[in-house]
């Protein structure tokens, strides 16, 4: 179980270091990046094996409103995942080229947003996991670390405001496209304000989340 558990982390921190740099064609090339598309989406089937049991347990006990905006998350984000999956696979340039049918306009714009509607809902589901974080952390560092990296983390989500905005997030979500200006943008400032973005949305389900159960043992 423990070796199980090893390798769920390992799957999660690859997949979300993937999808960050999935999301920065113009900075890694389209043939990088159509790489790094194929290693997660089988980092995606790898987790969705791993965590099996989640579905299996979909039809079982009642459901509260934490319980529900929980499950409701996932199978977006599985929608989502499974969307940006094929519809890279219609647009691909390089490595799915012998197929005989490709994808135009549309598939490039479906894919924009079931890419960015993952990242958040990615960002969100990492953050309903708060609690289980928060207790390895516990764990392994004393109080003044963990003071610390709470303050760190706040930082990075109060920037993440400001980088919503920058990136035109909502706008991506929405399929109101703006254009971003790529001009003087490095890979790491890329990756520094979309981390930030992904903290901000983490921050606000963990709290949410919070709330949520607390309501539900409340009612209870």
């Known amino acids: 179980m423990r070796h199980k558990e090893t390798i769920k982390i390992i799957v999660d921190v690859l997949m979300g270091a993937l999808f960050l740099l999935a999301l920065a064609p113009h900075l890694t090339g389209v043939f990088p990046h159509e790489i790094i598309g194929v290693v997660l989406g089988v980092l995606f089937l790898a987790h969705t094996a791993?965590?099996?049991?989640?579905?299996?347990?979909?039809?079982?006990?009642?459901?509260?409103?934490?319980?529900?905006?929980?499950?409701?998350?996932?199978?977006?984000?599985?929608?989502?995942?499974?969307g940006m999956i094929i519809s890279g696979i219609l647009i691909s340039r390089h490595l799915f080229t012998f197929l005989p049918f490709s994808g135009g306009w549309t598939a490039r714009r479906l894919h924009t947003l079931f890419a960015y509607w993952g990242f958040v809902l990615t960002a969100l589901h990492v953050g309903l996991h708060g609690g289980m974080i928060r207790g390895a952390l516990q764990k392994h560092f004393n109080r003044p670390v963990r003071v610390g990296l709470c303050v760190l983390l706040w930082a990075i989500a109060v920037y993440g405001i400001q980088a919503c905005f920058q990136w035109h997030i909502g706008s991506k979500l929405w399929m109101v496209f703006a254009f971003s200006?790529?001009?003087?943008?490095?890979?790491?400032?890329?990756?520094?304000?979309?981390?930030?973005?992904?903290?901000l949305y983490a921050a606000a389900a963990y709290y949410i989340g919070r709330i949520l159960a607390c309501w539900a043992q409340k009612t209870k």
Request: aromatic letters at 16%; proline letters at 2%.
């Open 50 to 82: 791993l965590n099996i049991g989640w579905y299996k347990n979909l039809v079982h006990g009642p459901y509260s409103v934490y319980r529900g905006s929980w499950t409701a998350i996932n199978l977006l984000l599985l929608v989502c995942m499974v």
């Open 181 to 199: 200006n790529w001009d003087g943008v490095s890979l790491f400032s890329f990756l520094a304000d979309h981390v930030s973005i992904a903290c």
